[in-house]
């Protein structure tokens, strides 16, 4: 499985932006997908997990409230809408499938993993 994020960019603070990704087969349409962050010198952060049929979600407390994730199984397309960003934000985006059809915040749960998207909040 492929995954590609997209969407990242160049906003201010208080901007909002959507981060898209795609996989190239439907197999993920099984499996829960999640979002993780990785800021410069960081290490990779959890931001936000959906579940197979997308009617369970989860989320970092650092985003609860501002981001929201959703899916399109129809389109293999996976989504976190991000608003009220913080220069905090800024990172690499990446999203990865799961395992299996729920998974937790530990990127262990997840076996594949897209190249990711880059975020950069200025303030």
């Known amino acids: 499985v492929q995954l590609q994020a997209s969407g990242g960019g160049l906003v201010q603070a208080g901007d909002s932006l959507r981060l898209s990704c795609t996989s190239s087969?439907?197999?993920?349409?099984?499996?829960?997908v999640g979002w993780f962050r990785q800021a410069p010198g960081k290490t990779r952060d959890f931001v936000a997990t959906i579940n197979w049929s997308g009617n369970r979600s989860s989320y970092a407390d650092s985003v609860k409230g501002r981001f929201t994730i959703s899916r399109d199984n129809a389109k293999n397309m996976v989504y976190l809408q991000m608003n009220s960003l913080k220069p905090e934000d800024t990172a690499i985006y990446y999203c990865?499938?799961?395992?299996?059809?729920?998974?937790?915040?530990?990127?262990?749960?997840?076996?594949?993993w897209g190249q990711g998207t880059l975020v950069t909040v200025s303030s």
């Open positions: 087969k439907r197999t993920s349409s099984n499996n829960a």
């Open positions: 990865a499938v799961a395992r299996a059809a729920w998974a937790s915040t530990s990127g262990s749960d997840y076996q594949y």
